[in-house]
Nanobody, 120 residues
């Protein structure tokens, strides 16, 4: 099964930036749509951004303009560049294989995630 490993989180002040990485264990990754998801305390996990194998992207309205999802198929890695971070972006961020149309996570399991905390 595909293993996903998220990294790059941390503590950042409002207005700051972070770049998250998600490394997949299989080269078949390049044929899959991928998504970044987040779960804040007391809230359900939500899709933040997704990227199709061809590179087309979708974002939830709250992160449009501020976040950029990208992928490097040669490295089996998907990235999430997060700029102008806000306290409401605080959450654990996860990646998963995504349904190309709905963004629904397709793998029945999750990695350990990476914690993003935005606070002064």
């Amino acid at each position: 099964q595909v293993q996903l490993a998220e990294s790059g989180g941390g503590l950042v002040q409002p207005g700051g930036s972070l770049r998250l990485s998600c490394a997949a264990s299989r080269s078949t990754f390049r044929f899959k749509a991928m998504g970044w998801y987040r779960q804040a305390p007391g809230k359900e996990r939500e899709l933040v951004a997704s990227i199709a194998p061809c590179g087309s992207t979708n974002y939830v309205d709250s992160v449009k303009v501020r976040f950029t999802i990208s992928r490097d198929n040669a490295k089996n890695t998907v990235y999430l560049q997060m700029n102008s971070l806000k306290p409401e972006d605080t959450a654990i961020y996860y990646c998963n294989v995504a349904h190309e149309n709905t963004g629904r996570a397709l793998l029945p399991y999750w990695g350990q995630g990476t914690q993003v905390t935005v606070s002064s």
